[in-house]
């Protein structure tokens, strides 16, 4: 069995869509990033990475190549759920919290809960997002920016 943690933060800026968990969430802001800037895929994606011991996201697909501009961070979950395979894991069981002071996230958990369980080809019941507030506390308080935290459990 294998633990890894992930973590992420992007400031939100007006112009970009606001992209979680691979759906996009109807907000007059979004997240500022290299690919799409997805706080909640970016955190899981790391923290599988970590369980493995493939260090993380800035790693594999560092902002200073430009075939990440821009892409999707669902596809380059793909690839760390591929990469997690080839090593002899199994991912067991995904647990993540979005911090953001708005826009209400609840009705959009259940969406982002399939798009990542479809990505990694597991059962939605192995993946559980939640969302909170900091209570106007910190940068996410402030609504300047997101972050998410993952923690993950392979077998």
């Known amino acids: 069995m294998r633990i890894g943690n992930g973590f992420d933060a992007h ?77 002899g894991y199994e991912i067991e069981y995904i647990d993540s919290v979005i911090m953001a002071e708005k826009p209400k996230l609840s009705p959009y958990l259940n969406d982002m809960r399939c798009c990542i369980s479809d990505a990694l080809f597991i059962d939605k019941e192995k993946v559980n997002i939640k969302a909170t507030t900091t209570e106007g506390m910190g940068f996410t308080g402030r609504a300047e920016g997101m972050a998410a935290l993952s923690t993950c459990l392979l077998k």
């Open 11 to 87: 400031k939100l800026i007006k112009g970009r869509d606001l992209i979680l968990g691979g759906i996009k969430v109807p907000f007059e802001m979004g997240l500022l990033g290299h690919s799409d800037a997805d706080v909640l895929t970016h955190a899981i994606m790391d923290s599988l990475l970590g369980a493995i011991g493939e260090g993380d996201i800035g790693v594999l697909f560092p902002d200073s190549d430009d075939t990440y501009k821009g892409i999707s961070s669902i596809i380059l979950l793909k690839e760390v759920g591929e990469l997690v395979k080839s090593k």
